[in-house]
């Protein structure tokens, strides 16, 4: 879905260059993670204790493992959305504001992809 | 041509309310469950390190400092979970006559506490008392 105006397409350059595709993306990540969310609770609420044997066999399953790579990757993306806006608000110097978002990109594309293996490595039995 | 002196930021004289407490609560605890994220991904990875590197993380996760954090961290997350729905609500153009704004907002104070205190025992609950 596009919320891009007519004339923002035309002419290119909007006073901030784009918004309305962050602004987007941030509520259906949003929504994902709220869903995904309450089940990772009721997930954890209803797992019988947190022993090593519990977890895998929890994530084991093909649905409780899907759910868990859906959770982390929409984690990451609506953390990534929302801790850009709080740097570009409160760090008004080009230079360490981009060198932030480029550390915090980086740190969250790193934790995204250890959440997912992670979560792949139980699924399919290699953390016996 | 000299600069005249331009008008200060609203934000430099607004008096301090309810709506922009909810607004920085929410803000903050965004920046917390950014945290509680590499929290959980430090979980799954024990996990899939073997019982071993588990069984150390879930000391390190069972310490009562930790302990402190992740309550906090569920209370975030509620906070930001009822909140978030009710900036849901406001993007879908409802809610914004001063006394509902007014309702939701201490609907959503009151809700985050109480379903914090839920998560908190339910999942504790569900996980032994190593959450």
Same mark, same amino acid.
């Given at each position: 879905?596009?919320?891009?105006?007519?004339?923002?397409?035309?002419?290119?350059?909007?006073?901030?260059?784009?918004?309305?595709?962050?602004?987007?993306?941030?509520?259906?990540?949003?929504?994902? %993670?709220?869903?995904?969310?309450?089940?990772?609770?009721?997930?954890?609420?209803?797992?019988?204790?947190?022993?090593?044997?519990?977890?895998?066999?929890?994530?084991?399953?093909?649905?409780?493992?899907? %759910?868990?790579?859906? %959770?982390?990757?929409?984690?990451?993306?609506?953390?990534?959305?929302? %801790?850009?806006?709080?740097?570009?608000?409160?760090?008004?110097?080009?230079?360490?504001?981009?060198?932030?978002?480029?550390?915090?990109?980086?740190?969250?594309?790193?934790?995204?992809?250890?959440?997912?293996?992670?979560?792949?490595?139980?699924?399919?039995?290699?953390?016996? | 041509?000299?600069?005249?002196?331009?008008?200060?930021?609203?934000?430099?004289?607004?008096?301090?309310?309810?709506?922009?407490?909810?607004?920085?609560?929410?803000?903050?605890?965004?920046?917390?469950?950014?945290?509680?994220?590499?929290?959980?991904?430090?979980?799954?990875?024990?996990? =899939? /390190? /073997?019982?071993?590197?588990?069984?150390?993380?879930?000391?390190?996760?069972?310490?009562?400092? &930790?302990?402190?954090?992740?309550? *906090?961290?569920?209370?975030?997350?509620?906070?930001?979970?009822?909140?978030?729905?009710?900036?849901?609500?406001?993007?879908?153009?409802?809610?914004?006559?001063?006394?509902?704004?007014?309702?939701?907002?201490?609907?959503?104070?009151?809700?985050?506490?109480?379903?914090?205190?839920?998560?908190?025992?339910? &999942?504790? =609950? /569900?996980?032994? *008392?190593?959450?």
């Amino acid at each position: 879905m596009s919320l891009r105006s007519p004339l923002r397409i035309v002419a290119g350059l909007g006073s901030a260059r784009g918004g309305s595709g962050h602004w987007y993306a941030q509520r259906v990540s949003a929504v994902a %993670l709220a869903l995904l969310g309450l089940w990772l609770v009721i997930a954890l609420a209803s797992l019988g204790g947190a022993s090593h044997a519990r977890v895998v066999a929890w994530l084991s399953s093909p649905v409780s493992s899907a %759910l868990a790579v859906l %959770l982390v990757l929409a984690a990451a993306w609506h953390a990534l959305l929302g %801790l850009q806006v709080v740097i570009e608000d409160y760090v008004s110097d080009k230079g360490s504001r981009a060198a932030i978002l480029f550390a915090v990109k980086f740190a969250l594309a790193v934790a995204a992809v250890v959440g997912v293996m992670a979560v792949l490595r139980i699924a399919f039995g290699a953390a016996a | 041509m000299a600069q005249r002196a331009r008008p200060l930021s609203p934000f430099l004289h607004y008096r301090w309310q309810y709506t922009n407490t909810l607004s920085i609560l929410h803000r903050i605890t965004g920046v917390l469950l950014s945290l509680g994220f590499l929290v959980l991904v430090y979980w799954l990875a024990a996990a =899939a /390190g /073997g019982p071993g590197r588990y069984a150390r993380a879930l000391e390190v996760l069972g310490s009562s400092p &930790v302990q402190l954090l992740l309550f *906090g961290a569920a209370f975030a997350f509620c906070y930001h979970l009822l909140n978030g729905i009710r900036h849901l609500f406001f993007d879908a153009g409802y809610g914004f006559e001063p006394a509902t704004a007014r309702k939701s907002a201490y609907a959503t104070a009151a809700g985050a506490v109480v379903l914090a205190l839920l998560v908190w025992f339910a &999942v504790r =609950a /569900g996980t032994g *008392g190593a959450a």
